[in-house]
């Protein structure tokens, strides 16, 4: 626990709350302050006997618990290096539940204190995103695109900042950063470097005062009226403060001016107090980390070295040394941004931002590749893609690929890793099914699909998203779901025997009665967006949804009318009727052993037409 972790847990621990106790808010926060320290530096609010009887001791409590581990945390990216074997410098451990895994039992602070070096490797999806667009330009365009040698002056990407035009764009896609960049209008790759630095709490304030001075709207000064009053009421005269301006001018213009006087980076204040005071690099750094770290007592000396320094430097008047390091020092340690860090940031910022001005669609491709299973995502993305123009075609058995495709310039194919509830193991088993020649009709389909593809949850999948519809309306395929199931394992149990099986010779009829269709078009819309949702609009005039349920007629020999009333009779009981129901009801009437009676069963309207001939 931290000091003020330690102190807050013992008051929960007796039963105060923050409300009848605030003396947490003197507790020190920082790595390295203890209880103690507080202790010491303000009896008053120690003072036992001016506490609550309750609140006796506290403090006492949480010293024998400070810095005692309150939970193992083990951080997402970091790692630590050492020149020598681990067990050196720390214990090691397992993480809970990770026999696999090794940790360091010591935290971030006092390993490098220890002198071992922590460093934070990010995986970053942009980067997968980025390649795989490279290939697909590559595949559709023949050229290769050099994404580390784009130019960096190229206006048609700066102008999808200035757009705001920036869903995909690493670091820029939130709807606050959207705004800035309307108002700022990115034209340089600075610009993107500082927003990447200040769209953060803390330096974010001065995000407008930067796009008022980037516009002429504010000035830059470096002699502020407020050191200028200062200097004044010292006595000094106005030639000396022309001279302390002169020097503010000459040390902080060639730091500052590319971030308009803000003092974004922390190698922005790095060299201040070399140019200012000749620190060295190594000693600029100390004062850096030093100030962040806001230990009051280290702060305060570093400020003395600092206007001692730039006195005897460049004979700075201390007022002036005092009020620099005091107004822009202080405050932009505990803001400023490693400039080499924002700079990679805004590279991959530029570079996905390069794609989508050049090459939106593979562009968009890849993006939603990268998303297929975050719906969220899908569904702006898709928002995005119609909004510029960009069709996303439905999914498709013969059509899809396992992810997002590209089509044309204009066309995006839904891939078939997209639909909910559609598992890698069937999409696989679809791809290689129809590696050397697409499905034909939806026999063909029940032929060749093989188990893994042929299970209810995936056929349902498959219908409700549109990817069949080539074969047969939805509501069709939906009621004959069981029978098609029942058919494909019969097929494969006489394949097996060598038997000829029922859809082997271009089988099922060409017409069907919307009995089999029982499902009503409320229920089968409302399943439909539970798969698509709300991708594909029935009523937006393309690729509209199949009627939801299709007439069905039988003719043949035998006693055709006997059929067509106990078919009757059944959809009555509100029994869903199914291909290999009616077959069966066929053969019961129609009567065994009579070998020469058969029912011909005829599907209109199916493309191609289907024609099955049942014998009893």
């Known amino acids: 626990d931290t000091p003020l972790e330690s102190s807050e847990g013992e008051h929960w621990y007796i039963g105060l709350h923050e409300n009848q106790n605030d003396r947490k808010n003197f507790?020190?926060?920082?790595?390295?302050?203890?209880?103690?320290?507080?202790?010491?530096?303000?009896?008053?609010l120690f003072d036992d006997g001016l506490m609550e009887a309750k609140a006796v001791g506290i403090e006492d409590n949480a010293l024998k618990i400070e810095w005692n581990v309150r939970q193992l945390w083990v951080h997402a990216c970091a790692v630590i290096i050492a020149p020598e074997p681990m067990t050196n410098f720390t214990a090691l451990a397992h993480p809970p539940k990770d026999a696999e895994s090794i940790v360091t039992q010591y935290s971030a602070y006092p390993l490098e204190d220890l002198g071992l070096?922590?460093?934070?490797?990010?995986?970053?999806?942009?980067?997968?995103?980025?390649k795989r667009a490279q290939e697909i330009i590559e595949h559709s365009k023949g050229n290769w695109v050099d994404i580390l040698d784009v130019p960096l002056d190229d206006q048609d990407v700066y102008k999808i900042f200035a757009d705001g035009d920036t869903t995909g764009v690493f670091q820029f896609e939130s709807e606050g950063m959207r705004k800035y960049l309307r108002d700022l209008a990115p034209d340089t790759f600075e610009d993107l470097i500082a927003m990447v630095s200040l769209y953060r709490p803390g330096p974010l304030a001065y995000i407008p005062t930067y796009i008022d001075r980037k516009y002429g709207r504010e000035e830059i000064m470096y002699m502020t009226d407020d050191l200028r009053e200062i200097l004044t009421k010292k006595k000094y005269s106005e030639e000396e403060i022309e001279e302390e301006k002169r020097k503010l001018e000459e040390d902080l213009r060639k730091i500052l001016d590319v971030t308009y006087g803000i003092a974004v980076y922390q190698e922005q204040l790095m060299f201040i107090v070399q140019y200012m005071a000749g620190f060295s690099l190594g000693e600029a750094d100390l004062l850096r980390r030093w100030v962040w770290k806001k230990k009051i007592e280290v702060v305060e000396a570093l400020k003395i070295e600092f206007i001692e320094k730039a006195a005897n430097f460049k004979w700075y008047k201390p007022e002036t040394s005092k009020y620099i390091y005091e107004e822009m020092i202080q405050p932009a340690a505990n803001y400023s941004f490693?400039?080499?860090?924002?700079?990679?940031?805004?590279?991959?910022a530029?570079?996905?931002?390069?794609?989508?001005?050049?090459?939106?669609?593979?562009?968009?491709?890849?993006?939603?590749?990268?998303?297929?299973?975050?719906?969220?995502?899908?569904?702006?993305?898709?928002?995005e893609a119609q909004a510029n123009g960009i069709e996303i075609m439905r999914p498709d058995i013969n059509g899809s690929?396992?992810?997002f495709t590209y089509v044309d310039d204009t066309h995006i194919r839904f891939g078939l890793k997209a639909i909910k509830w559609l598992g890698d193991g069937p999409i696989d088993a679809i791809l290689e099914a129809r590696k050397d020649r697409p499905f034909e009709d939806i026999n063909d389909f029940i032929q060749r699909g093989g188990r893994d593809i042929l299970l209810k949850k995936s056929l349902e999948a498959l219908i409700y998203a549109g990817a069949m519809d080539q074969f047969w309306e939805r509501g069709t395929l939906l009621a004959n779901i069981d029978?098609?199931?029942?058919?494909?394992?019969?097929?494969?149990?006489?394949?097996?025997?060598?038997?000829?099986?029922?859809?082997?010779?271009?089988?099922?009829?060409?017409?069907?009665?919307?009995?089999?269709?029982?499902?009503?078009?409320?229920?089968?819309?409302?399943?439909?967006?539970?798969?698509?949702?709300?991708?594909?609009?029935?009523?937006?005039?393309s690729e509209a949804a199949a009627p939801l349920s299709r007439w069905f007629t039988l003719a043949g020999l035998g006693e055709i009318e006997k059929i067509h009333n106990h078919v009757d009779s059944l959809g009555e009981t509100g029994k869903v009727l199914s291909l290999a129901t009616i077959f069966q009801v066929a053969k019961d009437l129609l009567g065994s052993g009579l070998d020469d009676?058969?029912?011909t069963l005829a599907v209109h309207k199916l493309p191609p037409p289907i024609q099955e001939v049942v014998f009893t």
């Open 597 to 599: 009676i058969q029912l």
């Open 338 to 348: 490693n400039k080499s860090h924002a700079a990679c940031y805004a590279f991959i």
């Open 117 to 130: 070096l922590k460093m934070d490797f990010l995986w970053l999806r942009n980067l997968t995103i980025i």
């Open 27 to 44: 507790i020190p926060t920082n790595y390295g302050d203890l209880v103690k320290d507080a202790k010491a530096g303000d009896r008053i």
């Open 401 to 403: 690929l396992k992810h």
């Open 350 to 383: 530029y570079q996905t931002a390069y794609l989508k001005a050049h090459y939106r669609t593979e562009f968009l491709t890849s993006m939603m590749t990268s998303d297929e299973e975050n719906m969220d995502r899908i569904i702006l993305e898709v928002s």
């Open 483 to 541: 029978g098609i199931i029942r058919a494909s394992k019969n097929e494969e149990k006489k394949r097996q025997s060598s038997q000829i099986g029922l859809f082997e010779s271009g089988l099922w009829g060409d017409d069907f009665d919307d009995g089999f269709a029982s499902e009503s078009a409320g229920e089968f819309v409302e399943d439909e967006d539970d798969f698509e949702d709300d991708f594909f609009d029935e009523d937006d005039g």
